[in-house]
């Protein structure tokens, strides 16, 4: 079974930087597009970040400058490296296929910015 699991977030003080990992468990992620997605409560989930196939990345007018995606086709992971961080971006953080499958839907990882 194809899964997405998530780490690397936290408590973190406005200004500050996280980085999150996205671990997939099949080699189909390395020949789509991937993206990162957020949420927070009573709102929808959001795309934030995308890289395709080929390394082309496109984000969200609300981190561009500030988060960067990326990621390592050999070791099937997809990163988010989020510098100057905002208390608005606080949120439970996902990773899935752009556009995005219900299927691959994990557990997220929260990201909390708050002084």
């Known amino acids: 079974q194809v899964q997405l699991v998530e780490s690397g977030g936290g408590l973190v003080q406005p200004g500050g930087s996280l980085r999150l990992s996205c671990a997939t468990s099949g080699s189909i992620f390395s020949f789509i597009s991937m993206g990162w997605y957020r949420q927070v409560p009573g709102k929808e989930r959001e795309l934030v970040a995308t890289i395709t196939r080929d390394g082309s990345t496109i984000y969200a007018d609300s981190v561009k400058g500030r988060f960067t995606i990326s990621r390592n086709n050999a070791k099937n992971t997809v990163y988010l490296q989020m510098i100057s961080l905002k208390p608005e971006d606080t949120a439970v953080y996902y990773c899935?296929?752009?556009?995005?499958?219900?299927?691959?839907w994990g557990q997220g990882t929260q990201v909390t910015v708050s002084s």
């Open positions: 899935n296929s752009v556009p995005a499958s219900n299927k691959y």
